[in-house]
């Protein structure tokens, strides 16, 4: 078995054990006999533990599909929580459509501070004014729980 197979096979179990950065550093040295499908492993490990940025490094270096769709749904999850600076990251990460940008300038329209920001998104990733609409539809909203005072 020649050197980078072998380099290969012990990153494959580091794998399995969830020794992410050695196997990272064995499939990144040994790169043209790493298979898609090891790469493709090793991605959605990363993504398991939310590190983006390995895991586009992962995808480029292996030529192996973005998670796309898993990472929209974590923009998603971000928005709900109206965290939307991390949406904002998973969004331009995964090359979000136009109906979620717009949501998301909805969303930064009903916190405070946010203008600036709201009009950036709108107009880098809006090819036309978005409609006007709260985020508030699509938010779940918060029941609201009513105490009596014990005497």
């Not at 040295?29 to 959605?44: I, K, M, P, Q, Y």
């Not at 490990?45 to 599909?65: A, F, H, K, T």
């Not at 969303?107 to 978005?130: C, F, G, N, Y």
């Not at 779940?140 to 009596?148: A, L």
């Amino acid at each position: 078995m020649p050197t980078n197979e072998s380099q290969v096979l012990v990153g494959r179990h580091y794998l399995e054990r969830g020794f992410l950065d050695a196997a990272m550093k064995l499939f990144a040295r040994n790169a043209t006999a790493v298979t898609g499908e090891d790469w493709s492993r090793l991605a959605a490990r990363l993504m398991e533990r939310n590190r983006l940025q390995d895991v586009v490094r992962i995808c480029e270096l292996g030529s192996v599909p973005l998670p796309r769709e898993e990472i929209l749904a974590r923009g998603d999850t971000a928005l709900k929580r109206k965290d939307v600076d991390s949406a904002m990251r998973y969004y331009d990460l995964a090359k979000a459509d136009e109906e979620r940008w717009s949501h998301l300038v909805a969303v930064m329209t009903d916190l405070p501070d946010r203008e600036r920001q709201a009009l950036e998104v709108a107009a880098r990733h809006l090819k036309q004014a978005p409609p006007l609409r709260s985020a508030e539809p699509l938010l779940q909203p918060v029941p609201v729980r009513r105490m009596k005072a014990v005497k």
